[in-house]
């Protein structure tokens, strides 16, 4: 009798697809998220091929680094551990291959410490800066310096460091994001009081810059709709899909999440960004440290199974939200072995 040995690797361009067998999607019940099978008649094995990347998380120097060479902003102490050894070790639980470090606001505008963890360990961790919308237009060069010198691959965007009653579409707003797109590297946006404030400056943006791509963190941290003023932003969010350079984070699920850990009120957001972007635009993230106090780092990437369980999605777009995206977006990154 012949023995038959059925590889799924091979199909991933057609199961990824969002046009191909659209009734007829690969639906699992609590398997792995990223995983191959390979069958025979009498062996079935499941090994990784996709590695899991954490799109956004911080971290920041340890008291005594911050007095030794790396100090914080006066008023921006942490209260809680964030270094860079106490994340290696949160991974390596985790299961977590690399990630996206994100500024954190501790340091601000200083670089110096995050610079050092990306010159350490170039091949598992990529940079996202900070932008500075000082109005003298220093800001634009700093950008510049950190992508061109200490080779950072994306900017973040925080609407409350921007002088008072400035937008972030103002001129010195438009440069940097149009240099952004220039250098290619993403423009992430934090609307931490509400989509609903900075929506008219974000699609003015992406209106006037299409080659700068956008990540939205923390699903632009539009949480569960409770009222029509709710429904509406988040609709709003939707609509940014229309937009093809636009990515969303799920990232700090305990931010957005009305519910305690595995925060599963999430998944009806989940299945309609899905619909709207294509799980090729949406990745998955932590929020390191903070998540750490909440369900700790491991069970931040374990949420993600329990929320796509209550929907479902298919296995391969849950294996474009834990790395596919992120490793597509940063080319070049994260080479799957």
Known sequence: MAIVRINLTSLTPLLSSR??????????????????????????TTTTTTKIIDSHLHVWASPQEAIDKFPYVPGQEPSIQGNFDFLLDCMEEAGVDGALIVQP??????????????????????????????????????????ILEDGYRAVRFNPYLWPSGQLMTNEIGKAMFAKAGELGVPVGFMCMK????????IKKLCSEFPKTVVLLDHLAFCKPPMDDEEAKTFSELLGLSKF????????????????????????????????????????????????VEECGYKKAKEAVSAIANQIPISSSDLEWIMGKTAMQLFKGQWTSS
Request: aromatic share 12%; proline share 9%; net charge positive.
């Open 244 to 291: 093809p350079q636009v990515y969303v984070k799920f990232s700090a699920l305990f931010r957005v999440s009305r519910k305690p850990f595995p925060y599963e009120d999430l998944s009806p957001l989940l299945s309609q960004v899905v619909s709207s972007f294509g799980a090729n635009r949406v990745m998955w993230g932590s929020d390191f440290p903070f998540v």
């Open 105 to 146: 606001i501790n340091h601000k505008f200083d670089h110096s410490y995050v610079t050092s963890v990306l010159k350490k360990h170039p091949s598992k961790f990529v940079g996202c800066c900070l932008a500075n919308p000082a109005e003298d237009g220093t800001g634009v060069q700093q950008l510049e310096h950190l």
């Open 194 to 201: 509400g989509l609903n404030l900075h929506i008219s400056e």
């Open 19 to 44: 046009t191909f067998l659209p009734s007829s999607r690969i639906l699992f019940s609590s398997p792995p998220p990223v995983f191959r099978t390979d069958c025979t008649a009498t062996n079935m």
